[in-house]
């Protein structure tokens, strides 16, 4: 996997270490980390915390919709592996669809039990050690146990390849249970004991933070944010959403700040130029947002929004050879929206007016 220029997301928290330490990790690598999704995502890390915080419902929906956008995801594991963290297991030749073949398996219910480390390799090849974890798993399913309660009771053993010797069980379809000779006991239970590592606060705020925003409690999302920055002073997208807080409130000179601090901490953070060049173009600033809007289109030349907006700008300001240029590079990128439309009828306009000024003189 090459790892020079790599854009990585992260979807929950991590069990192994905080996110700002990932963070630190992935830069060594040459590659950069922010916490959530931007049009510049390559990759995305599932942390498995994430099993604690959602339902098996909303992650599938974060699944697909991430699938579906062509990102590649990545499991905690596989993320440790990348950064050369945690040894790869003994290698097999075992593919995904022989696994899928033996265990009887749905490759819906494989793929993600996979994508939280359910299994030994976190990838092709699989083992053989794979191969009898997924036939168990697959009897789980089959006992009525969701493939969330697989995952989310297997890691409370230790390694998941010591589940191999253990007789599984589903309790519900939210439960495992685990029997041996002597005992049978719940994987969540108090015979095997959790591996937890210690609390990061400002994966807790974060997540309070987002929910407080999507309430539409802009004032108490914007406080939480901030808390997230002062743990993490390198959290770029904290300030990008403190910024959009900010925005809803109505208190424009607090959000250019945040704005200004998340291009600070991340100079290529593109949709954080786009959305300073909307609130400087709200306050009559044109100057400034062509600059940012510019900037944008700099970083990412295919922004389809960020060209339109710049081609709306300039037609407004009465730059109508620049406006038709923006909004035919647009034309490139969509041809089928009503803002496509727009731009179509908008290019005819200026055409008029162009042909009419030739012909007048």
Same mark, same amino acid.
């Given at each position: 996997? $090459? ?14 270490? %905080? ?20 049009? @510049?995502?390559?990759? &995305? ?5 994430? =099993? #604690?915080? @959602?339902? /098996?419902?909303?992650?599938? &929906? ?15 594991? !596989? ?19 022989? =696994?899928?073949? @033996? ?5 819906? &219910?494989? /793929? ?40 989310? +009771? ?16 589903? !309790? ?10 002597? +005992?049978?006991?719940?994987? /969540? ?7 937890? %590592? ?36 390198? #959290? +770029? ?15 424009? /000179? ?5 704005? $200004? ?14 959305? *300073? ?15 940012? =809007? @510019? ?25 109508? %050879? ?7 590079? *647009? ?31």
């Amino acid at each position: 996997m $090459a790892q020079g220029g790599v854009t990585l997301g992260i979807v929950g928290a991590l069990r192994a270490f %905080p996110q700002r330490l990932a963070a630190r990790a992935v830069t060594t690598r040459g590659g950069r980390l922010r916490r959530g999704i931007t049009r @510049q995502t390559q990759r &995305v890390v599932f942390g498995r915390k994430l =099993l #604690d915080k @959602q339902s /098996d419902a909303e992650i599938e &929906v974060r699944i697909e919709t991430l699938r579906d956008a062509g990102i590649k995801l990545i499991s905690e594991n !596989g993320f440790l592996r990348w950064l050369h963290l945690l040894d790869a297991p003994e290698q097999s030749s075992m593919t995904r669809a022989s =696994l899928l073949e @033996q265990s009887k398996l749905s490759a819906h &219910v494989f /793929d993600n039990l996979a994508l939280f480390d359910a299994f030994e390799h976190d990838a092709e090849p699989f083992s053989f050690r794979d191969l009898i974890l997924a036939k168990k798993y697959a009897g789980l399913i089959a006992g009525g146990a969701s493939w969330g309660a697989v995952a989310r +009771s297997v890691h409370r053993s230790g390694p998941v390849a010591s589940l191999t010797a253990l007789s599984l069980h589903p !309790g519900s379809s939210k439960s495992i249970y685990a029997a041996d000779a002597s +005992s049978r006991s719940e994987l /969540d239970g108090q015979r095997l004991l959790a591996l937890e %590592p210690a609390e990061d606060d400002s994966e807790e705020y974060f997540a309070l933070a987002e929910a407080a925003e999507g309430s539409g409690l802009f004032a108490e999302a914007t406080v939480l944010y901030a808390r997230c920055l002062a743990l993490d002073p390198t #959290d +770029s997208v904290a300030a990008f959403n403190r910024a959009n807080c900010f925005r809803a409130l109505g208190e424009a /000179d607090e959000a250019a700040s945040a704005y $200004a601090l998340a291009i600070k901490i991340d100079p290529a953070f593109v949709e954080a130029w786009f959305n *300073y060049a909307a609130l400087l173009r709200d306050e009559g600033k044109t100057g400034a947002a062509r600059t940012h =809007l @510019q900037r944008a289109i700099a970083i990412d030349a295919k922004y389809a929004d960020a060209i339109y907006n710049l081609a709306s700008l300039e037609f407004d300001a009465g730059n109508l %050879p620049a406006a038709r240029e923006m909004w035919s590079r *647009y034309l490139e990128l969509d041809e089928q929206s009503e803002w496509a439309k727009t731009a179509t009828r908008g290019i005819a306009f200026i055409d008029l007016k162009l042909n009419a000024v030739k012909t007048a003189g």
